[in-house]
């Protein structure tokens, strides 16, 4: 190869040559000096193979010049060959065919069938093949039943004896008790409850004192109302309280359209939260927040729908806004009368002035003609 190298570089062409330049070669197959003229293409690569066996003599052919391309295929010729003489000395270690019983072939044989799960199946009915010995081999032999005599009694128990036996305690080591407190109940923070329409019909209406209102007095009472409100009223009340959004309302201020429903709690906490709502209960306005926490109700209430407790509610509003009225009324007619009472008092008072001034004068016109 030293020498291959070194007639790449030829004296007169001042460097390497392009494959069209290398001209000749010398055929190392046939052994005869020959020049025979250079293809390009994959035809130089197949004719120079044989070249590594020859030699160029650099005083009768200085002018040769080897191209890339077929130094390329004489590097990869050589290795080639000298890769087949380790083979070769590899293969002259192995064992004879005949007792080595085809090891490379039986191994490729085995991994494709390995892979095709067919190992098992013997082609030639006549034959011992390879693989039914392996078979063989490899089938696990069958273990007979080892019976186990069962351990007598005597054992059992010292092992059960020897278990209870109890240690020693430390009355250094002093355990926690077992006892474990029950976890009290959590207070609900609002009482919020779902509320279902019940089964049974509503409440009677009280009878109030005085004249009944008409239908057509009377908002009309819708089919359903929304879960966000409803009623409640204790065991011994005769009014209810107005629960929304889980915050409680009495002492209801009724008036003609609307009605004010004030915190339950105002004169405990002094709170001034305050619910505007009208008289048909479908329009809600909260006026003024709460100053107080959420306050557990005295006792279970009775916990009644809209639909329950709007009819007497709307009883209780028009019976209270037709009280007021007369009150009103007869607050007027109070002011009216003793108006007419001082007007006739003062009347009085001035005629009776009116007297004495005249019999004042009466009097001094008299005293006068007496005294002339």
């Known amino acids: 190869m030293l020498r291959l190298c070194q007639l790449l570089w030829s004296p007169r062409s001042h460097g390497p040559q392009l494959p069209h330049a290398c001209r000749f070669y010398k055929a190392a197959a046939t052994g005869v000096e020959t020049k025979t003229a250079f293809t390009e293409g994959r035809e130089a690569e197949s004719s120079c193979s044989g070249f590594h066996a020859g030699g160029i003599n650099p005083e009768t052919e200085s002018d040769a010049v080897l191209c890339f391309d077929c130094v390329v295929t004489l ?11 380790v083979n070769d000395a590899f293969l002259k270690t192995l064992p004879p065919k005949d007792s080595a019983e085809d090891s490379e072939a039986s191994e490729d044989e085995e991994d494709a069938d390995a892979k095709e799960c067919s190992f098992l199946q013997v082609d030639d009915d006549g034959a011992d093949s390879v693989d039914s010995e392996l078979v063989e081999v490899v089938e696990p032999q069958k273990r007979a039943k080892i019976k186990v005599s069962p351990k007598p009694k005597k054992l059992i128990r010292k092992a059960k004896q020897f278990k209870v036996v109890k240690i020693a305690e430390d009355p250094l080591n002093i355990k926690r008790s077992s006892r474990v407190q029950r976890k009290k109940p959590r207070p609900e923070l609002s009482p ?8 049974k019909p509503v409440q009677e209406i009280p009878e109030f004192p005085g004249p009944q209102p008409t239908e ?9 109302y929304p879960n966000y409100f409803h009623f409640e009223r204790g065991s011994r ?3 209810y309280n107005l629960v929304y959004y889980g915050e409680r309302f009495n002492s209801a201020v009724y008036g003609p359209s609307y009605t004010y429903w004030q915190c339950s709690h105002r004169s405990k906490f002094k709170c001034p939260a305050l619910l505007h709502v009208t008289n048909d209960y479908t329009e809600f306005e909260r006026r003024f927040e709460h100053t107080h ?6 006792g279970k209430p009775e916990l009644l729908t809209p639909k329950q407790a709007l009819p007497t509610v709307f ?6 806004v037709k009280e007021k009225k007369i009150k009103r009324k007869q607050a007027k007619d109070s002011k009216k ?3 007419s009472d001082e007007d006739h008092e003062a009347a009085e008072e001035a005629i009776s002035e009116k007297k004495t001034t005249d019999n004042e004068v009466l009097e001094s016109g008299e005293e006068e ?3 002339f």
């Open 315 to 320: 009883r209780i509003c028009w019976h209270r």
């Open 75 to 85: 590097e990869t010729f050589l290795q080639y060959k000298d890769q087949c003489h």
């Open 293 to 298: 926490g959420d306050q557990k109700s005295k």
């Open 192 to 199: 919020k409850k779902k509320l279902t329409e019940p089964s």
């Open 337 to 339: 009368g003793l108006r």
């Open 369 to 371: 003609d007496d005294y």
């Open 237 to 239: 009340s005769l009014y």
């Open 216 to 224: 057509d007095e009377l908002p009309k009472l819708l089919d359903s």
